[in-house]
């Protein structure tokens, strides 16, 4: 047996009980040390690119949604996130009173937005309004319905439609919380945003003869709540939106607590009653009523910002800004690692570490819970991105060179091997707590050093989702909440410049 031979065989070997290693810890604790003799420790700069997305989110219908204005963040400048959605009944015909009962009067329509969380300095009140979306739109502001449709509503469009007319109704996050009482003390709600809307909307939904469409080509007979192509046509939804705040929060649309209430006083068997009906978001087909029309719009503004100052490709960035979806990335390069690739070479560990660069003690705009690694692919069709080869979960086996037919994802991305989650470290030169990510890539290295492969360039970013069109373009879920989060890491700054760190042995032949 040649010399060549006895040492590719020793390589498997290696590698393969690294491989065994790695599949059940973290690899940490099993490294061995750096000795110098047998083991060595190398590290690379890396250099770092900042970059700013400018394409479309992906969401499903029945995901939750962000709505909120920060006007104040002083590394990220504005945000403003917009909703728009489409309440309806889950039946049509649909009548108000309900059956048995005689309408006596109308008291109040209440538009209730459901709350989970929120993000942000919430110490600053939120003005909202809300508007209903201008008749004839028939539904191509339905950016979640009818993608190819979809057409951007303006803003400030449509009638405002707040009780009494007032331009905007403030909210406290922080009082979210509370109970509510309501429907004369006899029900209650936590966790709820409530608008009251005017009385000539809740009119509007009680005289539903007096907007009834007849289109008798398409079949539409009655008034607006005859059926549901009726009802679209007569209410095509809300637009809410903010006006000034500091901070943004999760709605979840499928809730019960989101809806309109519809409050109204009737009598049944000569008693008369306080109650309510509820309308709400339908995120898929329900029977013969079509799903809610909605959309989430959320716009970044950097100008006057440090973000803004940062320079662009080709130049490198001494400070890098990473905000969640939708957001901001880098890409990465590591010029040291072509040269060091050796067939001789065993990787016990290969990590890259991005480092919080410190901000105010108290700073209500948090860093994202996750990052995101993945590689820059330059091929022949144009630029594209596919995921890091082996290191998402090293007990499912993928590989991104698969043609698409026969590509697989990770169905779990295992963070405890892979990293990428915020880890709160104390800086050396502060003592305050920062945050810290790091990426396990041991096996992609591994590839590189082995194999001579090509070393690909990196992209992190703080995603909510992803794709990969190349193989299917159905988006990657990923742990963030839409929106949350931001951080300013390091580049080539020389305390928190990022690196890549391996520890390695040579493996030796006869």
């Given amino acids: 047996m040649n010399t060549a031979l006895t040492g590719f065989i020793a390589i498997l070997i290696f590698s393969f009980g690294c491989t065994k290693l790695d599949t059940t810890t973290l690899g940490t604790d099993l490294v061995p040390a750096v000795d110098n003799v047998n083991t060595f420790a190398t590290s690379f700069d890396i250099n770092a690119y900042q970059g700013i997305f400018n394409d479309t989110t992906f969401l499903s219908n029945g995901e939750d949604r962000v709505l909120g204005r920060i006007d104040n963040d002083p590394l990220f400048g504005k945000t403003n996130a917009s909703l728009y959605l489409q309440l309806k009944p889950g039946a049509f015909p649909y009548s108000i009173p309900l059956a048995g009962d005689t309408l006596v009067g109308v ?162 068997n000569n008693l008369l009653d306080t109650t309510y009906t509820s309308l709400n978001f339908f995120p898929v087909q329900f029977g013969a009523v079509q799903p809610s029309a909605g959309a989430n719009r959320i716009k970044r503004d950097y100008s006057g910002t440090a973000l803004a100052s940062v320079p662009a490709f080709p130049q490198t960035a001494n400070e890098i800004y990473l905000q969640t979806t939708p957001g901001t990335f880098t890409d990465l390069s590591v010029p040291g690692l072509i040269p060091f690739r050796d067939t001789n070479r065993i990787i016990h560990r290969a990590e890259i570490s991005i480092i919080q660069i410190p901000g105010p003690a108290l700073d209500p705009f948090t860093p994202p819970s996750f990052l995101y690694l993945d590689l820059k692919d330059p091929s022949p069709s144009g630029l594209r991105h596919k995921p890091i080869y082996f290191d998402l979960n090293p007990t499912q086996f993928y590989n991104p060179d698969n043609v698409p037919a026969n590509f697989f994802y990770p169905s779990v991305v295992e963070h405890g091997y892979f990293g990428g989650f915020n880890k709160k470290v104390t800086d050396p030169f502060t003592g305050s707590q920062i945050s810290q990510y790091v990426f396990n890539i041991t096996r992609y290295v591994q590839k590189i050093v082995t194999e001579q492969s090509n070393s690909y360039d990196f992209r992190v970013f703080a995603p909510y989702s992803f794709s990969y069109p190349q193989y299917n373009p159905l988006p990657i879920a990923y742990p963030n909440e839409l929106a949350y989060g931001r951080v300013r890491v390091g580049g080539t700054n020389g305390n928190y410049k990022m690196q890549l760190k391996i520890i390695w042995s040579r493996v030796t032949t006869r």
Wanted: proline share 3%; glycine share 6%.
């Fill in 107 to 268: 008291d109040s329509v209440v538009l209730a937005l459901n709350v989970k969380g929120s993000w942000g300095d919430s110490s600053v009140l939120q003005r909202l309004t809300v508007r209903e979306i201008p008749f004839g739109t028939d539904g191509i502001w339905d950016s979640l319905n009818k993608p190819l449709s979809y057409q951007p509503i303006p803003d400030n469009t449509g009638d405002l439609l707040l009780h009494n007319n007032a331009p905007f109704k403030e909210v406290d996050i922080r009082r979210i919380n509370d109970r509510i009482k309501f429907n004369n003390n006899r029900d209650s709600s936590q966790g709820q945003i409530r608008i009251r809307l005017s009385d000539s909307y809740a009119n509007r939904l009680f005289r539903q003869d007096n907007q009834a469409v007849t289109r008798t080509a398409l079949g539409f007979i009655g008034n607006a709540f005859f059926s549901d192509s009726s009802y679209r046509m007569n209410f095509e939804g809300f637009a809410i939106e903010s006006l000034k705040g500091n901070a943004i929060v999760t709605i979840d649309v499928t809730d019960v607590k989101t809806r309109l209430e519809i409050h109204y006083r009737s009598r049944r």
